[in-house]
C-alpha cells in the first residue's frame, strides 16, 4: 500500500511542478537502442516445468522527451518509454504441438536530468527515473498449420500481466555534432516493485502475488538526440 501511495504522490508532484519549472524554448528528443538485462529468473523457475527458458538478455528501444528546466541550466525533466521482449519456443512437450511463452516489457517513467559540459563537445550527466512498467506473459500452444481454414481455430491462448512501481537512475554521455544534435550513450539500473497480484484481463489471479514480486533491469544504449 505505501508503494502504491509513494508512487502516486510522486507523479502529481512532478505532473503539477512541470508548467512551473520547464523553459518553453529548450526541448529535447532522444532515440535509444541497447541491451536489457532483465532479473526474471524467478519465473523461469515457474516455466521450467513446462519445459521453457525465458532470455533474460534482450534488445532495448527508448524514446525520451525532455524539457529544459527554466531555474537552472542543463536541467531537464520530462518523460520516456522503453519496450523489451523475450520469447522461447518448445516443440517437444506435445508432440507434434508447438509451444511458445513471450514476455513483453513496456516502461513509462518520469525523469530528472542533468547534463555537465566538459567542453564545446562533450557533455557527461546522469539522472533519476521513476514511474510504472507493465510485464505481460503470454502462452500459447497450436498445432502445424496445414490448411489455411484451420488458422483461427488452432491452439490455445493464454495471456496475463502485471504492473510494476519503477525507481532508479542512469548516467549518460553526450557527444554534440552541430547545436542541434547529439550522439548519446546511457547505461542504467531500475528497480521493479509488483503492485497488486498478476492478472487475466482485470481479475486477479489468487495467489499469484510471490511470483516475481520485484526484480532488477540494467540497460546500455546508444541514440541519438535532438535539440529544438
Known sequence: MRNKLLSIVLVVVFVFSL?????ASDYVYKGHVGYIYNGIGSINQELNTLGFELSQHNAYFENTFLFGAAALPNLYLGVKSNFSFSFDKDETIVSPERSQAIMRHFSLIFVVEYNHPLNEKLSI??????????????????DPVDDFENVLSNGNYASIWRPYYVVGG??????NVSTNMSLNFTGGVLFNIGIGQWLDAFAKI???NAILSNFISAYASLGVGFYF
Open 170 to 175: 542512469h548516467v549518460n554521455a553526450l557527444y
Open 19 to 23: 508548467p512551473i519549472v520547464v523553459s
Open 125 to 142: 550527466g546522469g539522472g533519476f527515473d521513476t514511474g510504472f512498467n507493465k510485464l505481460s506473459l503470454t502462452l500459447r500452444q497450436y
Open 206 to 208: 489468487d495467489g499469484s
